[in-house]
């Protein structure tokens, strides 16, 4: 039997550890090789320890370089700065991959298949802020700087590219802004352009502006195959994408570096639902698929998918996409299909 794979298991918040739950169990049935080190993040840490990221946690993620992450709560205005922002940082996890498939056929958006690849360190999402008075208005102007790094640009245009290539997609789009701002997106396209070009003849390359790509997204998704953008237009592009394929209850994220990788759902912690063994486990059973082919098992990654799909095509859906089927509901149909 191959070895297992040490990996860090953060149930997280809310619907976290609910869906967490439903997901190890579909894994255990697909024989994935995963040797789970669970810990604690988020409001869950806080309660236990009073941290809300334990040194312990992160000591793990960087012991296995691999996690699989539920959703963590954030307090709005004070408590302490997102979690999510603070592993981005602590890892370097510099590209974020949000692929975004169509899982229920039949809609006005069929056959969709785009994977979107964020950078997710620097841009205007580095959220450097400050407030210039004027006379007696302490906040009479805002102001927000963004940076972008020709290194940084480099490494992310050829992260999308490499993973068109090992994925057998033919195209990255690179999107960008470099009409109104020529030196932050303007260097992510000059960089776009200078890599594309080591991947001639294998991929295709094209370029964007984000505002005409977001309208092309919902008038000829068909068009795109890989699309590689800086922090914040990646920010809105994913959750448009999303959008796109029946939302956030199926939408898969991956937060990739050199040296780990946190597998998450896009969503949150969905307290409104928490409890209540509603809610839609396929977006983080949809990262594993994610997490599996980056350990090189694509064969239960397809298996999985191939699960999945199946499920669906018989009908089954939870409340989020009209159904009435319960969170442990789609994890047993999953695993009646894997045996
Ligand atoms: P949310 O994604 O938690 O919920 C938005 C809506 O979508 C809610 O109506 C919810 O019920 C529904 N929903 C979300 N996931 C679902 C699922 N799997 N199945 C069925 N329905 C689902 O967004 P929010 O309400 O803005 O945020 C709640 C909390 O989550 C906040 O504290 C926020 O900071 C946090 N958050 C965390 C992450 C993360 O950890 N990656 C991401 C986004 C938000």
Known sequence: MADKIPATLIPGDGIGPEIADAVVAVLDGLGAPFAWENQ???????????????LQTIESIRRTGLALKGPLTTPVGGGFKSINVTLRQEFELFANLRP????????????IDIVLVRENLEGFYAAMENWLPINHDPKAVAMSTGFNTRAECARIVRYAFEHAVKNGRKRVTVVHKANILKALTGLFLEEGRKVAKEYEGRVEMNDRIVDACAMQLVLDPWQYDVIVTTNLFGDIL?????GLVGGLGMAPGANIGENAA???AVHGSAPDIAGKGVANPLAMLLSTELMLRHVGRID???????????VLANGLRTRDLGG?????????AILQQLR
């Open 262 to 264: 946190i597998f998450e």
């Open 40 to 54: 604690l993040a988020g409001m869950a840490a806080v309660a236990d320890s009073g941290d809300p990221l334990p």
């Open 300 to 310: 239960l990654a397809e298996r999985l998918t191939k699960a999945i799909d199946t």
């Open 100 to 111: 975004a498939r169509t899982l229920i056929p039949g809609g006005r958006f069929d056959r």
């Open 238 to 242: 994913s959750d448009l994408i999303a």
């Open 324 to 332: 009435t089927a319960g969170t442990r509901d789609v994890a047993d």
